[in-house]
């Protein structure tokens, strides 16, 4: 199930925040290929992907440890004499900025185009509506901290592991748990594919609640983490969790029911409070 639009509100103004978080991914994943290579694109990380993902991306080890590595073997083989011979090759890992600004350089990179894409995709249906209730300033703030919390939460399950965290789910979990507060009865179209396909029109708060729900049956069958780079379950979960903990006390603060009556859904921006 796959949603590819709002079908219930829409806006004159253009999202300037959404698309400039957009624009900040796309370019930064034409770098990762430029400088990872074209495999990049299909998930295939190479050594220069390798090095990309381990200089940028969050490693919880080296948070916990307060000690950037400096290098890491990666293991290969070669054929000599007819026989397999395994070859060491330290890789060049050296952080150039301090771990705790890899909070925020790994939330703009992908793993691969379908990453890319689905995340892209997601921040793209959700975010204007958020942006427009919460407005540009704030939902900057927001995004970027729930991006930061996911992270963290991925980082309390994973202090020690030296697998590199990147990608932009975290924040655009957030994202997904502010909308399902502020608009759960919006009509979003999703593509559903099962047997046959099809475009279905659903209200957004079982289109998000299937989301949740999916992160946890995976969770069920997995921790979230590849051998090499992980767009964590954890990290889902826990963004999401933020940001409807988040817009519960923003709308505790406007006064508020934090779940809104179905047919009073005029916004707080509309009735003069911000």
């Known amino acids: 199930m796959i949603p590819f639009s709002d079908a219930t509100t829409h806006y004159h103004s253009k999202p300037a925040v959404t698309i400039t978080f957009i624009v900040i991914n796309s370019v930064v994943f034409a770098l990762q290929i430029l400088f990872g290579g074209i495999s990049t694109i299909f998930g295939d990380a190479g050594i220069?992907?390798?090095?990309?993902?381990?200089?940028?991306?969050?490693?919880?080890?080296?948070?916990s440890n307060g000690q950037s590595e400096t290098y890491r073997n990666v293991t290969g083989y070669i054929i000599s004499r007819g026989q397999v011979v395994p070859l060491t090759t330290p890789i060049d890992i050296d952080t150039p900025v301090s771990d705790w600004a890899t909070l925020l350089?790994?939330?703009?990179?992908?793993?691969?185009?379908?990453?890319f894409a689905g995340?892209?995709?997601?921040?793209?249906v959700f975010g204007d509506n958020v942006e427009h209730r919460l407005g540009p300033v704030r939902f900057a703030v927001f995004y970027l901290t729930c991006g930061i919390a996911a992270t963290f939460c991925h980082w309390f399950f994973f202090q020690s592991s030296g697998v590199p965290l990147i990608g932009a789910s975290g924040a655009i979990s957030g994202v997904l748990g502010a909308y399902f507060l502020l608009y759960p009865y919006n009509r979003v179209k999703v593509l559903f594919m099962f047997v046959f396909i099809t475009v279905l029109e659903l209200q957004a708060m079982y289109v998000l609640s299937f989301y949740l729900l999916l992160q946890f049956y995976q969770l069920l069958g997995s921790l979230g983490v590849s051998n090499q780079t992980s767009v964590a379950l954890w990290a889902h979960i826990g963004g999401f969790t933020i940001?409807?903990?988040?817009?519960?006390?923003?709308?505790?603060?406007?006064?508020?029911?934090i779940w809104p009556r179905k047919y009073n859904l005029i916004t707080p921006r509309k009735r003069g409070l911000f």
Do not use: D
Not at 119 to 124: A, C, E, G, Q, R
């Open 48 to 63: 220069e992907a390798f090095q990309i993902f381990h200089k940028w991306g969050f490693i919880p080890s080296e948070f």
């Open 105 to 115: 350089s790994s939330m703009f990179m992908h793993s691969s185009g379908l990453h």
């Open 119 to 124: 995340n892209m995709l997601y921040l793209w």
């Open 243 to 257: 940001g409807v903990l988040l817009i519960a006390v923003y709308k505790k603060m406007c006064r508020e029911p």
